[in-house]
C-alpha cells in the first residue's frame, strides 16, 4: 500500500508532514532523515487499534497483516 504524506518545511525550522488519508496523523523532525522515521511510527501508531475492547470468540482468529 501506498500512503502520500505532504511535506512542510517549519517556520522554526526542521520538517513536519501530514497524512491526509489518514485524519489526525501528523509527524515532524529536526533533519528530513528524522521526518521520515518518525512517519512510518505515525503512520503504524494510527492505525493501531485496541482489541481488548472488542468480543472475541474461540472461533475467531486474529491476524496482523502487513500493507
Known sequence: MKIKAIIH???EG???AE?????GCVTQGE???DLLTNI???VEA???VDISKHEITEKDKVMEIVV
Do not use: M
Request: aromatic letters at 20%; proline letters at 10%; glycine letters at 4%.
Open 9 to 11: 518545511e517549519a517556520e
Open 14 to 16: 526542521g520538517y513536519w
Open 19 to 23: 497524512i491526509p488519508s489518514i485524519p
Open 31 to 33: 533533519t528530513f532523515e
Open 40 to 42: 512510518y511510527e505515525a
Open 46 to 48: 494510527c492505525l493501531s
